[in-house]
């Protein structure tokens, strides 16, 4: 029963190069939402999806960043050209049906360092 | 506006002392939720409780207990007897109303260190 998976742990990108962050939801949860952990800060709601739906991207910055969850396979977090300030942790959590009878399950994380 | 402020920022104990974490929120919403999250040093986010905001009732879990008020807003967490392993930083948060959805709004963390 394998819980909330990202990859990679680690991500080390170079200034104007493209940052791919996987999360596999548990099994069974079609609900994704993915979160920004900038240091010495708490989490902050980027976008949810639905598999093949964007249902809330407000918190999501408008140019560089995409999200998707297609209907076979892990969602994605794109972020294309980063820069340094991109430097953070990213978590992926999953639920069952949408968060408001359940708590949202996180992944480990991925740590991406832009040099 | 929906927030959540936690406003220890670290905390530093000997361990066995009891230790109180606080969590203060706002929200528009009649129904809501609240929840604890531990973050050791390894970064994963361990989920500790989920409350109900029509149940007030005090939880207690082993040596964790929490405190929900809700004519303060308030959500404290209280670690009793607390061991080196508890240090971590520890997050509230509050599920809030999106477009369609459900998310979750995350106070700034306390750091708590348990000093052997």
């Known amino acids: 029963n394998a819980g909330v998976m990202q990859n990679p742990r680690h991500l080390v990108r170079r200034r104007g190069q493209e940052a791919r962050l996987r999360c596999s939801p548990m099994?069974?949860?079609?609900?994704v939402y993915w979160y920004r952990q900038l240091p010495e800060e708490g989490l902050k709601f980027m976008v949810y999806l639905q598999k093949e739906n964007i249902i809330d991207e407000s918190g999501m910055p408008k140019e560089r960043f995409s999200a998707e969850f297609p209907k076979e396979g892990p969602s994605i977090l794109r972020i294309q050209q980063v820069v340094r300030g991109d430097s953070a942790a990213y978590f992926c959590a999953s639920s069952p049906i949408r968060l408001k009878n359940t708590e949202a399950f996180f992944g480990q994380g991925t740590r991406l360092t832009v040099v | 506006a929906q927030k959540v402020t936690q406003a220890q920022t670290e905390i530093s104990v000997v361990e066995k002392e009891d230790v109180t974490l606080d969590c203060v929120y706002e929200t528009r919403d009649t129904t809501y939720y609240l929840f604890w999250y531990k973050q050791p040093p390894s970064g994963e986010l361990v989920f500790l409780i989920r409350?109900?905001?029509?149940?007030?009732q005090n939880e207690i879990s082993g040596r964790y207990s929490w405190n929900f008020q809700k004519s303060t807003s308030s959500f404290n967490f209280t670690i009793t007897a607390s061991q080196v392993v508890d240090s971590a930083v520890y997050f509230c948060?509050?599920?809030?109303?999106?477009?369609?959805?459900?998310?979750?709004?995350f106070g700034q963390g306390t750091r708590l260190t348990i000093n052997p």
């Open positions: 409350r109900n905001s029509f149940d007030e």
């Open positions: 948060a509050l599920s809030v109303r999106g477009q369609g959805a459900q998310k979750l709004v």
């Open positions: 099994k069974g949860h079609s609900h």
